[in-house]
């Protein structure tokens, strides 16, 4: 069962942007804190930003000043903008629950940064 759908990953250059949607169930979003993921091959996903249910952000340091991530509650879709990326921000994003995420991740967004 899939409760999370990513979108609008891409190719981009160096210095570039890009936004990523994440469409989750109802049952998924509301009333949870929810962030964006990225795992590249042979690493541990790892937690890029979150956002409380009242919009409280935080950022993983390497993406801290780069990367803004939003949510709308009436759509229940979280966003991740993305800007002056760099070759290491290469990943598939994922968004989950930010706390106890649920096993069911969706198919990810697959962001390539290359010149």
């Known amino acids: 069962q899939v409760q999370f759908v990513e979108s609008g990953g891409g190719l981009a250059q160096p210095g570039g942007s890009l936004r990523l949607s994440c469409a989750a169930s109802?049952?998924?979003?509301?009333?949870?804190?929810m962030a964006w993921y990225r795992q590249t091959p042979g690493k541990q996903r790892e937690l890029v930003a979150g956002?409380?249910?009242?919009?409280?952000?935080n950022y993983a340091d390497s993406v801290k000043g780069r990367f803004t991530i939003s949510r709308d509650n009436a759509k229940n879709t979280v966003y991740l903008q993305m800007n002056s990326l760099k070759p290491e921000d290469t990943a598939v994003y994922y968004c989950?629950?930010?706390?106890?995420?649920?096993?069911?991740w969706g198919q990810g967004t697959q962001v390539t940064v290359s010149s």
């Open positions: 956002i409380s249910t009242g919009g409280t952000r």
């Open positions: 109802g049952s998924i979003f509301s009333g949870y804190a």
């Open positions: 989950n629950k930010k706390y106890n995420p649920v096993d069911s």
